[in-house]
């Protein structure tokens, strides 16, 4: 996948090896960037990430604002898309950071090669 060097792709297998047996929820619970609720009643609280393996989220992060700002064009598109629409960039860096681990999770499960058609937004 553009913008995951040989460290990262390290850093994941060794700190997630549960990624391409897990669903998509837990693969993004896993490194805490689920987006968790606070709502009691009628309040709608604020959304924020939380829990998972921090130094797995750690380790992915600088690899995911390059490839979200450089080199992946599905990530580059989907950061595009969401600060065009009001996001702040730090939001859109880690909904980034969740669609990386989602096509991660499933191109492990399913072992297809890298193809930026299969998952450009649409």
């Known amino acids: 996948m553009p913008g995951l060097g040989e460290t990262t792709a390290t850093n994941l297998v060794a700190g997630l090896p549960e990624l391409g047996e897990v669903s998509d929820k837990i693969a993004s619970a896993l490194i805490g960037a689920a987006p968790y609720d606070d709502d009691s009643g009628k309040r709608r609280g ?3 990430i939380k829990g998972g393996r921090r130094w797995v989220r750690n380790a992915i992060y ?13 990530l580059m598109a989907f950061y595009d898309r969401l600060i065009a629409r009001g996001k702040k960039p730090k939001a859109a860096l880690v909904a980034c950071m969740r669609k990386l681990i989602v096509i991660l999770n499933t191109m492990l499960a399913r072992r297809p090669k890298w193809d930026p058609s299969r998952y450009a937004l649409r």
Do not use: I, Y
Request: glycine share 6%; aromatic share 0%; charged share 10%.
């Open 46 to 48: 604020h959304r924020q």
């Open 62 to 74: 600088m690899p995911c604002v390059g490839a979200a700002r450089l080199n992946n064009p599905v």
